[in-house]
């Protein structure tokens, strides 16, 4: 009997020549799977299941992870308004995990003998994947069939094409994720730390001119209204603001970081949809939560954004920076006003019941209600006490040195 194996399937250039191997040269029965984290729409849902009808696999699956995919972890990036190096708002890493996790249930679900991904030997997913893995089907075997060969990607080609595989190879130049977090772009330009990519390769197209202003309505920390269409959850408004403002070209950048490997990495992204909401709703949080729990809670994300960026999504103490982001969103409720042009966006406002510039207590450098001008004088001395102090009593012996009596 054939061995069976679950292929984490993208139907990009590295997949597909991780089908056509695994069947042609390990003989296995190839089971490819596409975890959908939002951004495919279903004519690129059915083209993706023709494509890999066509390599010859013995089953495809799309299996709709988007619900999951912002219920444990978008979410939380959103509570924490985490950008990677204050840049990147972690759009590919923030999908390995959900990914990783269905297809390590898909493997449980069919008694598959292997897992397989398309992962090259240097970059940051062959650890998300192989650590989910090996947590979680610790006894099945991983296949990394372009890690393992070390191709490049024209020895890829060079193969696909002796097997007369149809794709688009001219497109392959540039490896290409797509999600409702965002869309990456790696490519020859990314390979140097000068060239910009060129208009051609960003996914989404830029159509949309003039500027548009839009209502985000929050309710505890979460995104359920744009404008007046209320959603039914989340990931769905997520994925029409990123309908709605990806044309215009916002949210494209260039992210420069450390890979878990220790190599500096470069890719491009456009993260319309995710920019916007973590700005919004950052900016709400400034006005509804206190100065501490706006210190706290950069601290913890800070860290839970770089430990999911590496990987470590299933380490327990994710679970308790969760649970604290979690507390902070009570009050987080409200309308942010955002105003979108090419290429930028600006936040303009907001209204809440839970605004703390609320002027019944006053008004930064106009009136004081709530306390009065000599409780301010008092406070002052108290709070600056130990400092007069330290001044006092080193003022003192500093003399004493510059007067030749040390």
Avoid at 106 to 133: C, L, P, W, Y
Avoid at 347 to 356: F, M, N, T
Avoid at 388 to 396: D, E, M
Wanted: aromatic fraction near 10%; proline fraction near 2%.
């Amino acid at each position: 009997m054939k061995k069976n194996v679950v292929l984490a399937f993208s139907g990009g250039l590295d997949t597909t020549f991780c089908a056509v191997y695994l069947k042609h040269e390990q003989h296995f029965d190839v089971h490819a799977v596409t975890v959908d984290t939002g951004g495919l729409t279903e004519k690129e849902r059915q083209q993706l299941e023709q494509h890999a009808t066509a390599l010859g696999v013995a089953s495809f699956r799309i299996i709709d992870a988007r619900t999951t995919y912002y219920n444990k972890v978008l979410k939380y990036l959103i509570y924490g308004n985490v950008l990677k190096n204050n840049t990147y708002p972690l759009s590919v890493s923030a999908e390995r995990i959900v990914q990783a996790l269905v297809i390590a249930d898909e493997v449980k679900r069919i008694h598959a003998d292997a897992v397989a991904h398309g992962s090259t030997g240097a970059g940051n997913d062959q650890v998300r994947f192989d650590m989910a893995f090996q947590i979680l089907i610790p006894e099945v075997n991983i296949i990394t069939p372009i890690r393992d060969l070390s191709l490049s990607r024209q020895e890829e080609i060079d193969y696909l094409k002796q097997h007369q595989v149809e794709m688009n190879f001219e497109k392959a130049v540039y490896s290409i994720n797509k999600g409702m977090w965002g869309n990456s772009v790696g490519g020859k330009e990314t390979l140097t730390s000068v060239t910009p990519l060129p208009d051609t390769a960003w996914p989404t197209a830029v159509y949309k001119n003039g500027k548009e202003r839009i209502k985000l309505v929050f309710k505890n920390g979460e995104l359920l209204q744009i404008n007046e269409q209320l959603f039914a959850t989340a990931a769905e408004a997520i994925e029409e603001l990123g309908v709605i403002a990806g044309p215009y070209g916002i949210g494209r950048d260039i992210h420069v970081g450390d890979t878990i490997i220790g190599l500096k990495g470069r890719v491009g992204f456009e993260a319309a949809a995710a920019l916007i909401i973590i700005k919004a709703h950052h900016t709400l949080e400034k006005h509804v939560l206190t100065k501490w729990q706006l210190y706290w809670k950069d601290q913890l994300a800070l860290w839970y954004g770089n430990w999911l960026h590496e990987g470590q999504y299933l380490d327990p103490v994710m679970r308790d920076m969760e649970a604290f982001m979690d507390s902070t969103q009570k009050y987080v409720n409200g309308e942010v006003y955002v105003t979108l042009l090419p290429y930028r966006f600006s936040i303009d406002g907001i209204q809440s019941p839970h605004d703390l510039m609320n002027d019944a207590f006053g008004s930064y450098g106009e009136m004081n209600r709530s306390l009065r001008g000599e409780d301010v004088k008092g406070f002052t001395k108290v709070f600056g006490n130990q400092t007069a102090i330290y001044h006092k009593v080193n003022n003192l012996q500093d003399s004493l040195v510059f007067n030749g009596h040390d």
